[in-house]
């Protein structure tokens, strides 16, 4: 039986037309934080974060399809392992070809904040946009690259960082599907971040910056 035009349309319309209005507004409210100055960004960030949390938790996930239970954690943690032995292989080609330097910013609660940071990017991924594209888009591949460009245009205008993140984003991705663990992933991600931060130049990628703060950069000399 055919269906009249008009229903037929409203049937394939009515689908999508949440997840694109959440896609946007997430993303959209992502990226004008990103190309905001320092003082808003401290500001709006945290709303930035209860938003995409609130959406997400509004369809009321369970905490394994989240990533944030025990599953997958096990069966993941080679993809740890792999990272050390990658992260100390940039260090050594770094040392070697003299880019390796120490971390602008050491301490404790530094790191902490920059691998939590790594972990609500990889929620973003894996829980607020890769679900939405993929009913979007109805094919999963089509999502993962997606999901991957969109992560690695946010990363804008820091070249070295959005190329890092057009690769990681696709991998990361994938890894989820597989494993529906955030934990592992997040610090994958925290610790290539940090071995990428000291095996680059900061003449190139600005202390990891991204957006207006990219373009603002200004280079600290040290104390003499």
Known sequence: MLLPCHTFFMSRASIPFRDLTELVLGYGLIVSIIWMPESAQRILSPVALVVTL???????????DL????????????????????????????KHIGTLHPLYNSDFKHVAGYVLWTLYQQFLLNDYFMPRLTRILAS??????LTALLFAAAHLPNLPLTAATLLWGGISCVFFRRYRNLYALGLVQGLLGLCFAICFPDSMIHHLRVGLGYLRYR????AP
């Open 67 to 94: 990533g944030l239970g025990v599953r997958g954690l096990a069966a993941s943690s080679w993809i740890f392992a792999a990272a050390i032995l990658l992260a100390i292989a940039g260090m050594l080609v770094a």
């Open 54 to 64: 609130a959406i997400v938790l509004a369809r009321r996930p369970s905490v394994d």
């Open 140 to 145: 999963q591949n089509a999502a993962i690259g």
């Open 219 to 222: 280079p600290t000399t040290p």
